[in-house]
């Protein structure tokens, strides 16, 4: 084991620990609170948190990939004690220069992690300067190898939720982990700058996400789209995983739902120059649909459509 780690592993020992006055702070000021359920975090056309559950001290997102993440107080994304999962609601409201340090769940394994309040800070999203606490989560791993990292949360009291998100490694294996930071904040439906109630959401008519997309007609002409990236009804990203005559260049697609009625409508050009013009139907039935479709003038074609 390596000084530096072994180093760590012992300042670890030490009992968990909260600065000076933080806890007299917290029981006048509000706790933390998770944010709303259907709140988009959006990252990239292809990357986004959506909130999916939220509790008194969690937030469940889910991501692009349909990954579900529960994050502790917006800060932890693993599970902590009981007794220090306790001693972090205590902290709330954060204030710079309050430290946690505490056991993992699986702390036999030599497993260590302190959160450290570093600073007042401010993210830049839609436009704005959005007030954050810089946090940082330190942590150790001693079996079945020697790891050692550091995980910094740019985190937003307004959303319960970190906007930002970077890694320092420091010794071992690195874990596989892409750096981040929120780009645009979606309210959910109903709430203002939300958009209006039933038109987003996996159950209330949203179409955002990646899809498969077909249109198939019987003299061989086709249409497909094997990734296509849907955010706010538009198909942002229509390129094919593998580029050719058939990967969209150009495009004016439009993917949009009403009850459970799919609709795939627009223009777009492929990598050979062609143009088409594409309408196409079909009835939702969970997370695929299946209808009748028009490419350029050619009717009857068959039209498929599968949520990824």
């Known amino acids: 084991m390596g000084r530096a780690v072994r180093s760590s592993v012992l300042a670890w020992t030490a009992a968990v620990w909260v600065a000076t006055g933080a806890f007299g702070h917290a029981e006048t000021a509000p706790g933390y609170r998770a944010p709303a359920v259907g709140t988009e975090f959006v990252i990239s056309d292809t990357t986004w948190f959506r909130v999916i559950g939220a509790a008194d001290d ?61 600073a007042n800070d401010v993210v830049q999203v839609d436009g704005r300067a959005i007030p954050v606490l810089r946090v940082t989560r330190h942590q150790v791993d001693v079996t079945p190898i020697a790891v050692e990292g550091e995980y910094t949360l740019w985190f937003a009291p307004e959303y319960g939720f970190p906007l930002k998100m970077t890694y320092r490694h420091i010794s071992g294996d690195p874990p596989t982990f892409h750096e981040w930071q929120v780009a645009h904040i979606v309210p959910p439906p109903g709430v203002h700058g939300g958009p209006a109630p039933g038109t987003r959401g996996v159950t209330d008519g949203s179409v955002d996400g990646v899809w498969r997309l077909s249109v198939e007609c019987n003299n061989g002409t086709f249409f497909r789209l094997n990734r ?55 009835t939702l039935a969970g997370e695929s649909a299946s209808g009748l479709g028009i490419l350029n003038v050619r009717t009857g074609c068959a039209f498929t459509a599968a949520r990824q």
Do not use: C
């Open 58 to 118: 969690a937030v469940t997102t889910e991501d692009a990939a349909r990954v579900k993440t529960t994050w502790l107080f917006g800060l932890v994304t693993r599970d902590m004690p009981a007794e220090d999962r306790g001693r972090l609601m205590g902290l709330f409201p954060l204030t710079p220069g309050v430290r946690l340090a505490y056991g993992a769940r699986w702390a036999s394994t030599g497993a260590q992690r302190e959160l450290a309040v570093v």
């Open 228 to 282: 296509a990236v849907v955010r706010d009804g538009v198909v942002v990203n229509a390129a094919g995983d593998r580029p050719s005559a058939y990967s969209a260049t150009q495009s004016d697609l439009r993917l949009s739902r009403t009850g459970d009625q799919l609709e795939l409508k627009g223009t777009m050009m492929n990598a050979s120059g062609q143009n088409l013009t594409i309408s196409a139907h079909g």
